[in-house]
């Protein structure tokens, strides 16, 4: 029986003192095994918030977190790397980045996680592709990794426990928002697919969870330096969330643009930019590319090649879904039943969106969750969604909204009209990255 007492660490804390490797190593332990109670995890939760940790110790819990479960170790063979974003509209770098990067050579197992309020999860828009799952146990994430070069997969209950179970008290304790817990939460999930390299997209504006650049930019220089405080060679772009990412909000609507643009049918240029400037930036850190220009024109000619389409397509039939999701992605992706489009309450020019509120309409639709346990419907969603700068009037409307039903396009059309801000004359578009670290 260890001599260990919870209430000493959380007593030191709560005094502002600095922890040492040692007593944050055994908490964590404690929080997988729970000898550490809920009470008590949610106390240390609270003098985190309230106290901040130095980088030393913000180090030391990442690790102690990725060390409670079961981390992923690789044969030889290409750089083991990945990206994570905090969460936008319209966001599906990650379905491109995957299979580009695993087409150059690198070994991409994502762990990825499900929406959540008003920003999408990568999980369901896989699970979008009919027959696609996403929960694979370590031995099947590493199979289909050696096989295709990329899956995405969820973190099933082996994978950082002690995070897990931190996270669900400190969401009972008025504890999310704390940025080293969010570093600590977010890279020790990441660092325990046994990463040789990480890229960090930390979005700000209407659309993200930091609306001030100053916070995202706090935010991207501790995760990066967290991350590399704990071996991990790291990029981080701070990037703009003033309007979607792609012209679709919604599942499946996302994975068909996420595939007209791996089979070059057609691009949203935003999509198409940031993930070049993503994987670039990574390529970096991997070693695989002189500078960001470098990594981003390797990309560029995998996409071009059309061999990130069929990574693509390998990674989707290993992960259970249709094996000719190239050739017939229009008819596989499930449609709604309601499918109009909305004209602006007057014409003019984009001047502003309420991006959060885009978000909140698919989740309204149908197609986010409020709770973590509702079910979502994959068909809804928006798509054709105005840009800042573009035109907007009864033949170029606001968006297209994919419905379940006519009573929830009705709410949704009104609620589209209240996100967009039209003005008489064109604005230009945001720059899309903000800040590179
Ligand atoms: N994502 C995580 O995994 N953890 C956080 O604390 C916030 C976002």
Redesign the pocket.
Known sequence: MSDFDPRSVIAKKRDGHVLDNGEIATFATGLADTTVTDAQGAAFAMAVFLRGLRESERVALTRAMQDSGRTLAWPEGGPVIDKHS??GVGDCISLVLAPALAALGARVPMIS?RGLGHTGGTLDKLEAIPGVTTDLSAGRIGAIVGETGCVIAAAGPDIAPA?RRL?AL?EESAT?ESPD??TA??LS?KLAEGLDALVLDVKTGSGAFMQRKEDALALARMLKHTAEGAGCPTAALVTDMNEPLASAAGNALEVARVLDLLTMADIDNRLWDLSLALGGALLVRAGMAADREAGAARLRRVIEEGRAAERFAAMIAAQGGPKDILERYREILPRAAVIRAVPPAAPGFVTAIDTRRLGEIVVMLGGGRRRQEDRIDPAVGLSEIAGIGQHVGPETPLAVIHAASEESFMAAAEALQGAYTIGSRPLPEPPLILAEL
């Open positions: 905090t969460g996680g995070d996270y400190r999310i817990l969010i939460s977010i999930k």
